[in-house]
C-alpha cells in the first residue's frame, strides 16, 4: 500500500460548481498534513496546512479525518485559474521528511 | 525577498557525464530536500540534509551525491552511475522542527542527450 494515496483524475469541473477530493495515508502517527498546489511545469507551492479541526481559508476547507485516515479539500466557487494538480503531503512525528501523493489534476472548464 | 533558487532552469547533459544542480536559500532554513518528479510521478526524495555538514539518503539516493558546506546551499550532483537522469529535480528547504510545509524553488529539467 502507497504510504499516500490519491486518484490520479483528471477531474474537469465546470467554472463555479464545487468539488472535493480526499486523500488517504497509511501511517497512524503521521503528524502533520498539507495540500500543495502544483502547475503545469512549475514548483509545487504550499496551499494549506490541514489542521485537525479542520480549516478554512477562502474558498478553500480542508478537514482531517485520524480515525479513517484520511484528508480532504474541498474548493468552492471555483475558478478557471483553480486548475493545476493537487498534491496530498504528509509529515510523520519526528521525521523531517514530506511524503508526497503523486497528485489530483483538476481541470475548471469555462 | 527570501527564497529559493535553482539554476540552471535546463540542463542538457551528454551521456556519461557528471553535472551538478545549484541550490541556494536566503530564507534561514536549516533543512534542505531535494527531489526528483517524473512525468506522471509522485516526488521521489533523493537527500536531504538537516544541518549543515550532515545530509542523509532519501529513497533514491543511487547515482546521486551532495554537499552541505554552507547553510545556504545545497547542490546536487547527477553522476555517470545514475542511469535514467531526465526528469524535473526540486531543491526545497524548510523550518527543522514543527508543523511547516516546505518552500520550493523553481526546479531545474534535466535532459540526457
Known amino acids: 500500500r502507497k504510504e499516500v494515496e490519491q486518484d490520479p483524475g483528471p477531474f474537469n469541473v465546470p467554472e463555479g460548481a464545487t468539488v472535493a477530493f480526499n486523500c488517504t495515508y497509511s501511517?497512524?502517527?503521521?503528524?502533520?498534513f498539507f495540500w500543495y498546489r502544483q502547475d503545469c511545469r512549475k514548483e509545487p507551492k504550499l496551499l494549506m496546512s490541514?489542521?485537525?479541526s479542520g480549516n478554512e481559508d477562502g474558498r478553500f476547507t480542508a478537514q482531517l479525518n485520524r480515525a479513517s485516515q484520511y484528508i480532504s479539500l474541498l474548493i468552492r466557487d471555483s475558478k478557471l485559474s483553480d486548475s493545476a494538480t493537487y498534491l496530498c503531503?504528509?509529515?510523520?512525528?519526528?521525521?523531517?521528511?514530506?511524503?508526497f501523493g503523486t497528485g489530483t489534476r483538476l481541470t475548471i472548464i469555462p | 525577498d527570501g527564497g529559493i533558487t535553482q539554476s540552471p532552469k535546463y540542463l542538457f547533459r551528454k551521456e556519461g557525464q557528471n553535472v551538478t544542480l545549484s541550490c541556494e536559500q536566503n530564507?534561514?532554513?536549516?533543512?534542505m530536500y531535494w527531489y526528483r518528479q517524473d512525468p506522471g510521478q509522485g516526488l521521489r526524495l533523493i537527500y536531504y540534509?538537516?544541518?549543515?555538514?550532515?545530509?542523509q539518503k532519501g529513497d533514491i539516493a543511487e547515482g546521486y551525491s551532495v554537499s552541505r558546506e554552507k547553510k545556504e546551499s545545497f547542490p546536487l550532483t547527477v553522476t555517470s552511475a545514475q542511469k535514467n537522469p531526465t526528469a524535473f529535480y526540486l531543491c526545497?528547504?524548510?523550518?527543522?522542527?514543527?508543523?511547516?510545509?516546505?518552500?520550493f524553488g523553481s526546479g531545474t529539467r534535466l535532459t540526457v542527450v
Open positions: 540534509s538537516q544541518i549543515v555538514n550532515d545530509f
Open positions: 526545497a528547504s524548510s523550518i527543522s522542527t514543527g508543523f511547516f510545509g516546505y518552500t
Open positions: 490541514v489542521y485537525s
Open positions: 503531503v504528509v509529515r510523520d512525528f519526528g521525521n523531517e521528511k514530506l511524503t
Open positions: 530564507l534561514n532554513h536549516d533543512a
Open positions: 501511517n497512524s502517527a503521521s503528524q502533520s
